[in-house]
Protein backbone atom coordinates (compact mmCIF):
# COMPACT_ATOMS: atom_id res chain seq x y z
CA UNK A 1 0.00 0.00 0.00
CA UNK A 2 0.94 3.79 -0.65
CA UNK A 3 1.78 5.49 2.02
CA UNK A 4 0.27 8.52 3.00
CA UNK A 5 2.50 10.20 3.75
CA UNK A 6 4.91 12.13 0.96
CA UNK A 7 8.20 14.66 1.44
CA UNK A 8 7.45 17.23 -1.01
CA UNK A 9 10.48 19.45 -0.30
CA UNK A 10 13.36 20.12 2.30
CA UNK A 11 14.78 23.54 2.19
CA UNK A 12 18.22 23.58 3.98
CA UNK A 13 20.05 26.74 4.74
CA UNK A 14 23.18 27.37 3.52
CA UNK A 15 26.04 29.52 4.67
CA UNK A 16 25.62 33.31 4.97
CA UNK A 17 21.73 32.80 6.13
CA UNK A 18 18.38 33.45 4.74
CA UNK A 19 15.35 35.84 5.34
CA UNK A 20 12.55 33.15 4.49
CA UNK A 21 12.44 29.68 3.88
CA UNK A 22 10.07 29.35 0.72
CA UNK A 23 7.73 25.95 -0.29
CA UNK A 24 6.21 27.13 -3.49
CA UNK A 25 3.85 25.14 -5.89
CA UNK A 26 2.39 22.95 -3.43
CA UNK A 27 1.02 19.72 -5.54
CA UNK A 28 -2.59 20.14 -4.63
CA UNK A 29 -3.18 16.23 -5.13
CA UNK A 30 -2.90 15.48 -1.20
CA UNK A 31 -5.01 15.70 1.66
CA UNK A 32 -3.05 17.76 4.87
CA UNK A 33 -0.18 19.60 5.01
CA UNK A 34 2.60 18.96 7.34
CA UNK A 35 5.37 21.05 7.58
CA UNK A 36 8.22 20.57 10.03
CA UNK A 37 10.97 23.43 11.20
CA UNK A 38 13.80 23.33 13.06
CA UNK A 39 15.31 26.97 13.04
CA UNK A 40 17.96 28.89 14.34
CA UNK A 41 17.76 32.63 14.24
CA UNK A 42 20.82 35.35 13.51
CA UNK A 43 19.56 37.97 15.98
CA UNK A 44 22.04 39.12 18.43
CA UNK A 45 19.19 38.08 21.45
CA UNK A 46 18.07 34.69 23.09
CA UNK A 47 15.03 33.88 20.88
CA UNK A 48 13.12 35.12 17.75
CA UNK A 49 9.72 34.57 16.59
CA UNK A 50 9.06 32.56 13.25
CA UNK A 51 6.33 34.40 11.07
CA UNK A 52 4.36 32.21 8.14
CA UNK A 53 2.37 33.77 5.48
CA UNK A 54 0.12 32.03 3.07
CA UNK A 55 -0.39 32.20 -1.00
CA UNK A 56 1.62 35.35 -0.07
CA UNK A 57 -1.06 36.84 2.16
CA UNK A 58 -0.02 37.75 5.61
CA UNK A 59 -3.36 38.37 6.92
CA UNK A 60 -6.24 36.58 7.75
CA UNK A 61 -4.06 35.14 10.67
CA UNK A 62 -5.82 34.13 14.14
CA UNK A 63 -5.41 31.48 17.23
CA UNK A 64 -5.22 30.67 20.27
CA UNK A 65 -1.99 29.62 21.98
CA UNK A 66 -1.31 27.83 25.14
CA UNK A 67 2.25 28.22 25.94
CA UNK A 68 5.16 27.40 29.11
CA UNK A 69 8.16 27.99 30.39
CA UNK A 70 8.96 25.51 32.87
CA UNK A 71 8.20 28.28 35.52
CA UNK A 72 4.66 29.69 34.16
CA UNK A 73 2.29 28.55 32.03
CA UNK A 74 -0.08 31.33 29.88
CA UNK A 75 -2.06 31.72 26.94
CA UNK A 76 -2.36 34.06 24.16
CA UNK A 77 -4.38 35.28 20.78
CA UNK A 78 -2.26 34.75 18.09
CA UNK A 79 -1.73 35.64 14.59
CA UNK A 80 0.91 34.37 12.14
CA UNK A 81 3.70 33.95 14.61
CA UNK A 82 4.12 30.12 15.24
CA UNK A 83 6.49 30.38 18.41
CA UNK A 84 10.32 31.15 19.14
CA UNK A 85 13.76 29.47 17.49
CA UNK A 86 17.09 29.82 19.55
CA UNK A 87 18.73 33.01 18.53
CA UNK A 88 22.31 33.83 18.29
CA UNK A 89 23.10 34.61 21.96
CA UNK A 90 21.33 31.02 22.59
CA UNK A 91 23.10 28.20 23.65
CA UNK A 92 25.43 27.50 20.88
CA UNK A 93 24.24 24.05 18.42
CA UNK A 94 20.61 24.39 19.64
CA UNK A 95 17.76 24.99 16.94
CA UNK A 96 13.95 24.91 17.98
CA UNK A 97 11.53 22.72 16.39
CA UNK A 98 7.96 23.09 15.10
CA UNK A 99 5.15 20.78 13.52
CA UNK A 100 2.51 22.46 11.63
CA UNK A 101 -0.29 20.74 10.21
CA UNK A 102 -3.34 22.06 7.13
CA UNK A 103 -5.97 19.37 7.85
CA UNK A 104 -7.86 19.86 3.59
CA UNK A 105 -5.05 22.53 2.82
CA UNK A 106 -6.64 22.01 -0.53
CA UNK A 107 -10.29 23.06 0.02
CA UNK A 108 -12.66 25.77 -0.02
CA UNK A 109 -12.96 26.10 3.13
CA UNK A 110 -11.15 28.52 5.58
CA UNK A 111 -7.62 26.86 6.63
CA UNK A 112 -6.99 25.52 10.14
CA UNK A 113 -4.48 23.99 12.16
CA UNK A 114 -2.56 22.99 14.52
CA UNK A 115 1.18 23.62 15.83
CA UNK A 116 3.22 22.15 18.83
CA UNK A 117 6.69 24.45 19.13
CA UNK A 118 9.43 24.19 21.51
CA UNK A 119 13.02 25.87 22.27
CA UNK A 120 15.01 24.42 24.65
CA UNK A 121 17.96 25.48 25.55
CA UNK A 122 19.57 24.93 29.03
CA UNK A 123 18.62 28.56 30.17
CA UNK A 124 15.16 30.35 31.36
CA UNK A 125 14.51 30.97 27.39
CA UNK A 126 13.03 27.73 27.01
CA UNK A 127 9.31 27.80 25.86
CA UNK A 128 7.08 25.51 24.07
CA UNK A 129 4.26 26.69 22.54
CA UNK A 130 0.92 24.42 21.27
CA UNK A 131 -1.22 27.17 19.04
CA UNK A 132 -4.45 26.21 17.09
CA UNK A 133 -4.96 28.64 14.32
CA UNK A 134 -7.07 29.54 11.24
CA UNK A 135 -6.41 31.27 7.94
CA UNK A 136 -9.39 33.52 6.78
CA UNK A 137 -8.86 32.30 3.30
CA UNK A 138 -10.94 29.76 1.24
CA UNK A 139 -8.52 29.31 -1.52
CA UNK A 140 -6.29 26.41 -1.36
CA UNK A 141 -2.75 26.50 -0.21
CA UNK A 142 -0.14 26.57 -2.80
CA UNK A 143 2.75 28.16 -1.11
CA UNK A 144 4.14 28.84 2.32
CA UNK A 145 6.71 31.24 3.15
CA UNK A 146 8.86 31.26 7.01
CA UNK A 147 10.61 33.76 7.88
CA UNK A 148 11.82 35.24 11.07
CA UNK A 149 10.68 38.61 12.92
CA UNK A 150 13.56 40.80 12.52
CA UNK A 151 16.26 38.51 11.41
CA UNK A 152 17.63 35.37 9.41
CA UNK A 153 17.26 31.76 9.68
CA UNK A 154 20.72 30.79 10.13
CA UNK A 155 23.31 27.87 8.27
CA UNK A 156 21.35 24.91 9.13
CA UNK A 157 18.15 25.48 9.85
CA UNK A 158 15.90 23.34 8.04
CA UNK A 159 12.24 22.69 6.70
CA UNK A 160 10.46 20.06 5.13
CA UNK A 161 7.22 19.90 3.55
CA UNK A 162 4.87 16.77 3.24
CA UNK A 163 1.33 16.27 1.91
CA UNK A 164 -0.62 13.70 3.44
CA UNK A 165 -3.39 11.74 1.27
CA UNK A 166 -6.34 10.10 3.20
CA UNK A 167 -7.63 6.87 2.14
CA UNK A 168 -11.47 5.89 0.41
CA UNK A 169 -14.28 4.31 2.28
CA UNK A 170 -14.18 2.02 5.47
CA UNK A 171 -16.22 4.22 7.68
CA UNK A 172 -19.75 4.14 8.70
CA UNK A 173 -21.88 7.23 9.48
CA UNK A 174 -25.80 7.16 11.18
CA UNK B 1 13.15 3.48 -1.03
CA UNK B 2 12.27 3.54 2.64
CA UNK B 3 9.38 1.34 3.44
CA UNK B 4 6.15 3.42 4.29
CA UNK B 5 5.02 3.34 7.25
CA UNK B 6 2.01 6.22 7.21
CA UNK B 7 -0.69 4.83 5.38
CA UNK B 8 -4.28 5.60 4.91
CA UNK B 9 -6.96 3.37 5.96
CA UNK B 10 -10.02 5.00 6.03
CA UNK B 11 -12.29 8.34 4.79
CA UNK B 12 -14.89 10.18 4.86
CA UNK B 13 -16.91 13.81 4.56
CA UNK B 14 -20.12 14.17 5.58
CA UNK B 15 -22.96 15.12 3.24
CA UNK B 16 -25.51 15.68 6.12
CA UNK B 17 -25.37 16.41 9.94
CA UNK B 18 -24.36 12.99 11.06
CA UNK B 19 -24.71 11.62 14.68
CA UNK B 20 -22.19 9.19 14.58
CA UNK B 21 -19.15 8.60 12.28
CA UNK B 22 -17.44 5.00 13.17
CA UNK B 23 -14.18 3.05 11.69
CA UNK B 24 -14.64 -0.64 12.40
CA UNK B 25 -13.06 -3.76 11.59
CA UNK B 26 -9.70 -1.07 11.81
CA UNK B 27 -6.63 -3.79 9.78
CA UNK B 28 -4.60 -5.38 12.89
CA UNK B 29 -1.56 -4.91 10.83
CA UNK B 30 0.09 -1.41 12.25
CA UNK B 31 1.43 -0.18 15.00
CA UNK B 32 -0.66 3.14 15.73
CA UNK B 33 -3.52 4.82 14.82
CA UNK B 34 -4.07 8.54 14.17
CA UNK B 35 -7.02 9.76 13.07
CA UNK B 36 -7.86 13.44 11.65
CA UNK B 37 -11.19 15.16 12.17
CA UNK B 38 -11.58 18.87 10.46
CA UNK B 39 -15.06 20.81 10.61
CA UNK B 40 -17.87 22.09 12.70
CA UNK B 41 -20.63 21.51 14.78
CA UNK B 42 -23.99 22.92 15.34
CA UNK B 43 -23.35 24.77 18.33
CA UNK B 44 -20.17 24.06 21.25
CA UNK B 45 -19.26 21.26 22.75
CA UNK B 46 -17.17 17.92 22.79
CA UNK B 47 -16.46 15.50 20.46
CA UNK B 48 -16.36 11.82 22.20
CA UNK B 49 -15.11 8.47 21.27
CA UNK B 50 -15.64 5.01 22.14
CA UNK B 51 -13.60 1.75 21.49
CA UNK B 52 -15.21 -1.34 20.54
CA UNK B 53 -18.93 -0.11 21.39
CA UNK B 54 -17.61 -0.04 24.88
CA UNK B 55 -19.41 2.06 26.96
CA UNK B 56 -18.31 1.00 30.60
CA UNK B 57 -16.60 3.53 33.14
CA UNK B 58 -13.28 2.84 31.53
CA UNK B 59 -11.92 5.80 29.78
CA UNK B 60 -9.89 8.56 31.69
CA UNK B 61 -8.36 11.63 30.66
CA UNK B 62 -5.97 14.64 31.79
CA UNK B 63 -6.11 17.86 29.36
CA UNK B 64 -4.66 21.70 29.25
CA UNK B 65 -6.18 24.01 27.65
CA UNK B 66 -6.04 28.26 26.28
CA UNK B 67 -8.30 30.32 25.27
CA UNK B 68 -6.20 33.26 24.79
CA UNK B 69 -7.29 34.89 28.04
CA UNK B 70 -7.47 32.36 30.20
CA UNK B 71 -5.70 29.04 30.64
CA UNK B 72 -6.80 25.64 32.75
CA UNK B 73 -6.12 21.79 33.41
CA UNK B 74 -8.55 18.90 33.95
CA UNK B 75 -8.85 15.33 34.44
CA UNK B 76 -11.67 12.98 34.74
CA UNK B 77 -11.28 9.74 35.33
CA UNK B 78 -14.00 6.33 34.96
CA UNK B 79 -15.90 8.20 32.27
CA UNK B 80 -18.26 6.27 30.41
CA UNK B 81 -16.97 7.89 26.66
CA UNK B 82 -13.63 9.82 26.07
CA UNK B 83 -13.44 13.51 25.69
CA UNK B 84 -11.44 14.06 22.31
CA UNK B 85 -11.98 18.01 21.84
CA UNK B 86 -13.15 19.57 25.40
CA UNK B 87 -15.54 22.02 23.99
CA UNK B 88 -13.46 22.74 20.72
CA UNK B 89 -15.63 22.38 17.78
CA UNK B 90 -18.74 24.90 17.43
CA UNK B 91 -20.64 26.43 14.41
CA UNK B 92 -18.79 29.53 13.31
CA UNK B 93 -14.77 28.87 13.09
CA UNK B 94 -14.00 24.98 11.42
CA UNK B 95 -11.91 23.33 14.08
CA UNK B 96 -9.69 20.72 13.69
CA UNK B 97 -8.53 17.47 16.17
CA UNK B 98 -5.41 15.12 15.53
CA UNK B 99 -6.06 12.06 17.85
CA UNK B 100 -3.31 9.70 18.38
CA UNK B 101 -3.98 5.78 19.42
CA UNK B 102 -0.21 4.10 20.53
CA UNK B 103 -0.06 0.15 20.34
CA UNK B 104 -3.92 -0.29 19.40
CA UNK B 105 -3.74 -3.92 18.47
CA UNK B 106 -1.93 -4.82 22.03
CA UNK B 107 -3.64 -6.88 24.02
CA UNK B 108 -1.08 -6.89 26.90
CA UNK B 109 -1.93 -2.54 28.04
CA UNK B 110 -4.41 -0.66 28.46
CA UNK B 111 -4.33 1.96 25.67
CA UNK B 112 -3.44 5.48 25.67
CA UNK B 113 -4.11 8.23 23.15
CA UNK B 114 -2.88 11.69 22.62
CA UNK B 115 -5.01 14.43 21.22
CA UNK B 116 -4.67 18.05 20.28
CA UNK B 117 -8.03 19.88 19.05
CA UNK B 118 -8.19 23.22 18.10
CA UNK B 119 -10.31 25.89 17.23
CA UNK B 120 -8.93 29.53 16.29
CA UNK B 121 -12.15 31.29 17.56
CA UNK B 122 -12.45 29.83 21.25
CA UNK B 123 -9.42 27.46 22.31
CA UNK B 124 -6.51 25.39 22.06
CA UNK B 125 -6.50 21.89 23.49
CA UNK B 126 -3.90 18.98 24.18
CA UNK B 127 -4.92 15.97 26.50
CA UNK B 128 -3.75 12.51 27.10
CA UNK B 129 -6.47 9.92 27.59
CA UNK B 130 -6.42 6.12 28.68
CA UNK B 131 -8.88 3.32 27.75
CA UNK B 132 -8.52 0.96 30.84
CA UNK B 133 -8.71 -2.47 28.36
CA UNK B 134 -6.22 -4.86 26.78
CA UNK B 135 -8.32 -5.24 23.94
CA UNK B 136 -7.15 -4.57 20.47
CA UNK B 137 -9.24 -1.77 19.09
CA UNK B 138 -11.05 -3.07 15.92
CA UNK B 139 -13.79 -0.23 15.98
CA UNK B 140 -13.58 3.52 16.70
CA UNK B 141 -16.71 5.48 16.98
CA UNK B 142 -17.08 9.13 17.31
CA UNK B 143 -20.56 11.04 18.56
CA UNK B 144 -20.67 15.11 19.41
CA UNK B 145 -22.08 16.08 22.64
CA UNK B 146 -25.14 14.48 23.84
CA UNK B 147 -25.57 12.28 20.98
CA UNK B 148 -28.50 13.70 19.66
CA UNK B 149 -26.89 16.88 17.43
CA UNK B 150 -24.54 15.60 15.05
CA UNK B 151 -21.29 16.63 13.15
CA UNK B 152 -22.12 19.40 10.60
CA UNK B 153 -22.33 18.71 6.37
CA UNK B 154 -18.45 18.65 4.97
CA UNK B 155 -17.13 17.94 8.19
CA UNK B 156 -14.18 15.05 7.00
CA UNK B 157 -12.58 11.84 9.29
CA UNK B 158 -9.65 10.34 8.13
CA UNK B 159 -8.00 7.56 9.76
CA UNK B 160 -4.16 6.35 8.70
CA UNK B 161 -1.89 3.58 10.54
CA UNK B 162 1.45 3.94 11.16
CA UNK B 163 3.60 0.16 10.72
CA UNK B 164 6.62 -0.63 13.02
Redesign the interface.
Known amino acids: ?5 TLVSTVTVGAGGASTIDFTSIPQTG ?2 LLIVLSGRATAAQQDSFVNLSLNGSTTGF ?6 GNGTT ?6 TRDIGKIPAASSLAGVFGNRSL ?1 F ?2 YSSS ?2 K ?3 L ?1 SVTENNTTANSMH ?5 WANTAAITSVSLSVQSSSFAQNSAASLYI ?11 | MPTPTYEPLANVTLASETLSVSFSSINQGYRDLVVVCTGKTPFNNTVFATFNGDTAALYSNVSMRGTGSSSATGSNVSQTKLDVTFDTFDANTIGNFIMNIMDYSATDKHKPVLSRSNNAGLVTVASAGRWNSTSAISTITFTFANGSSGFSSGTTFALYGIAS
Open positions: MPSAMTDSGKQLDVGTANTLPNENSFSELTGGIITKGSGGATVS
